[in-house]
């Protein structure tokens, strides 16, 4: 499972080299976090560091659904955004 490196490439140019996070809960000062990233830190730590994101899990690996995000809202996002891994069984509503 991942995106093939030219599909990452593509989407590294889309993102022009920053990070596109948008998330609101993460408290970035404009509305895109827009970290300045370095293309040989993929996958890395420290500064500059990215990684090719899953916008939906469920989405496949294609350009429109690979995110550029730094390391910084990468390691947020894997802690909210945890698959399920079984059925929570809620019956309200
Ligand atoms: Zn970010
Ligand atoms: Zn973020």
């Not at 991942?2 to 593509?10: A, R, S, W």
């Not at 830190?41 to 989405?59: M, Q, V």
């Not at 995000?69 to 945890?82: P, Q, S, Y």
């Amino acid at each position: 499972m991942g995106f093939y490196l030219i599909t990452i490439e593509q989407a590294w140019i889309t993102a022009g080299g920053r990070c596109q996070c948008m998330r609101l809960s993460h408290g970035h000062d404009n509305a895109r976090c827009n970290r300045q990233l370095v293309l040989e830190n993929r996958d890395c730590e420290g500064a500059g560091s990215w990684s090719a994101h899953h916008i939906d899990p469920k989405g496949g690996d294609i350009l429109s659904n690979c995110e550029i995000l730094c390391g910084e809202c990468k390691e947020k996002i894997d802690d909210t955004e945890v698959e399920p891994s079984g059925k929570f069984g809620a019956n309200s509503g």
